[in-house]
Every structure is written in structure tokens, then in C-alpha cells.
T-cell receptor, first 112, second 111 residues
Framework: GAGVSQSPSNKVTEKGKDVELRCDPISGHTALYWYRQRLGQGLEFLIYFQGNSAPDKSGLPSDRFSAERTGESVSTLTIQRTQQEDSAVYLC??????????FGAGTRLSVL | EDQVTQSPEALRLQEGESSSLNCSYTVSGLRGLFWYRQDPGKGPEFLFTLYSAGEEKEKERLKATLTKKESFLHITAPKPEDSATYLCAVQAEASYDKVIFGPGTSLSVIP
């Protein structure tokens, strides 16, 4: 497809379990972003990848959160030992020029 | 610290009733200001980018304007399909591609 794809669309997990969220950016886009959006709130920046540069991890809320990106393609966001406060929608975006970000539909994470 | 606020938090309009949404920002050198639209259950969709004070952009019933401290999204004669959350975001000169989003304004247009 032509857009940003995220999987799964919904994830329900138990407190303490690890989860892995996937993002397929638009082909050729060099930049990739992860955001967290809690119910009724704005977007909270988590991490940013640009080409082969070191990622900007300044938004990761704790060391339970990590992300990887393979070259300029797929990225995975991993949350270890999930907590109830991790429940949110996790959005991925990619961009190429002029910083216009194209977003996926997000993964809705529910931690029971 | 770079910051973005938006007002009002929520807005209800009758169909055809024009209004404006506000985005106020504090940033150490503005590189760009962005407006996005977000529908329920979906990711934000890009609307406009503004780069310098005095700049304006238009798309259908929407017009975005920019000053040195704020941006307005003017909605002329809105229709129910304009109902969505409108997000403002800024990028500072010193922060490369990192973008800071505001909390959004939830717009409801009543037929």
C-alpha cells in the first residue's frame, strides 16, 4: 500500500507482559517517528529515526521502552513489563521532505 | 522550553457558522508550523505548513494564518464533515526534525 501501515491495530495484554508494535513506513521515507496518544490528549513524542543517524530517544518515558529500525524500513517499538499507564494509542509517522509527516492508523494498546 | 497550546479545547458550531481555532506557541526560532486533522480512530492527516509570519494557506473551507506568536485556523461556513480534532505542531530551528504537538481542538459541526 501507499500509506504507513501499523500492526497490530489492537493489542490487549496483561500487566507485566512484553509487547512489540510494528510500523511499515512509506517506501523511501528517511524519517520515522513514534508517538503516544492517551485518551483525549495530544501526541507525545517518543523517538525519532533519520536515515542512518543515531535515533533521538529523548521522548522515551522509561527504560522499559525501546525501538529499532532496520535501515530506512520497518520499525518496532517494544514495551517491556507493561504497566496499566502504558495503555494508549501508539502512532507511527514517516516523512521525506519539508517535515510533512504521514501517519498510520495507530495501535491501540490496552494493559489489563 | 518549546511549547504549544491550543484553544478552545472543544468547539461546537452550527453548520454554516464560521469561527477560528487558536494555536499559541513558544519556540526558540520557528522553523515551521503545521496543522493536522485527526478523525476518531485514525492517525492525523496533514493540512498545512506555515513558515513565516504573515503567511497564509487555504484549502476548501479552511484558511491558516501565522504571526510571530500564534496561528489561527479559520473555518468558513463549516459542514458536518469538518468535525474532527485539529492539531497544531511546531518545529524549532534547533531541533532538526523533532515536532512538538499541541493538545488539539475538538470541533463538532451540528447540521
Amino acid at each position: 500500500g501507499a500509506g504507513v501501515s501499523q500492526s497490530p491495530s489492537n493489542k490487549v495484554t496483561e500487566k507485566g507482559k512484553d509487547v512489540e508494535l510494528r510500523c511499515d513506513p512509506i517506501s523511501g521515507h528517511t524519517a520515522l517517528y513514534w508517538y503516544r496518544q492517551r485518551l483525549g490528549q495530544g501526541l507525545e513524542f517518543l523517538i525519532y529515526f533519520q536515515g542512518n543517524s543515531a535515533p533521538d530517544k529523548s521522548g522515551l518515558p522509561s527504560d522499559r521502552f525501546s525501538a529499532e529500525r532496520t535501515g530506512e524500513s520497518v520499525s518496532t517499538l517494544t514495551i517491556q513489563r507493561t504497566q496499566q499507564e502504558d495503555s494508549a494509542v501508539y502512532l507511527c509517522a514517516s516523512s521525506l521532505v519539508r517535515n510533512i509527516q504521514y501517519f498510520g492508523a495507530g495501535t491501540r494498546l490496552s494493559v489489563l | 522550553e518549546d511549547q504549544v497550546t491550543q484553544s478552545p479545547e472543544a468547539l461546537r458550531l452550527q453548520e454554516g457558522e464560521s469561527s477560528s481555532l487558536n494555536c499559541s506557541y513558544t519556540v526558540s526560532g520557528l522553523r515551521g508550523l503545521f496543522w493536522y486533522r485527526q478523525d476518531p480512530g485514525k492517525g492525523p492527516e496533514f493540512l498545512f505548513t506555515l513558515y513565516s509570519a504573515g503567511e497564509e494557506k487555504e484549502k476548501e473551507r479552511l484558511k491558516a494564518t501565522l504571526t510571530k506568536k500564534e496561528s489561527f485556523l479559520h473555518i468558513t461556513a463549516p459542514k458536518p464533515e469538518d468535525s474532527a480534532t485539529y492539531l497544531c505542531a511546531v518545529q524549532a530551528e534547533a531541533s532538526y526534525d523533532k515536532v512538538i504537538f499541541g493538545p488539539g481542538t475538538s470541533l463538532s459541526v451540528i447540521p
